[in-house]
């Protein structure tokens, strides 16, 4: 059985907010998240689209494909994970 639309959207989220609440906070970082994204995938993603999929606000946040979703959670994790290892050492 298909779980509902709800859950899925709650799910994606739960899995995106600590990257919008870090690119809120952090100059430049979606530009890093997107070149991450571009690396990871061999794609050529705009800026315009790691925005919709990580908007402030979450109503206004879209909802990527699966494969998508995991590769943008994945480089945003990266990007948090490098940034903190950056502040640790200063």
């Not at 979606?30 to 790691?50: E, F, H, M, P, S």
Request: proline residues 6%.
């Amino acid at each position: 059985m298909k779980p509902a639309k709800s859950t899925t959207r709650q799910r994606w989220l739960a899995a995106t907010e600590p990257a919008a609440k870090f690119c809120a906070i952090t100059p430049g970082a979606k530009a890093a998240i997107l070149d991450r994204l571009n690396q990871i995938t061999g794609k050529k993603w705009n800026r315009q689209q790691v925005d919709s999929y990580l908007h402030r606000d979450p109503k206004k946040r879209q909802e990527p494909r699966h494969g998508t979703g995991l590769a943008l959670v994945e480089a945003a994790n990266h990007v948090i994970s490098e940034h903190t290892e950056d502040k640790s050492r200063s």
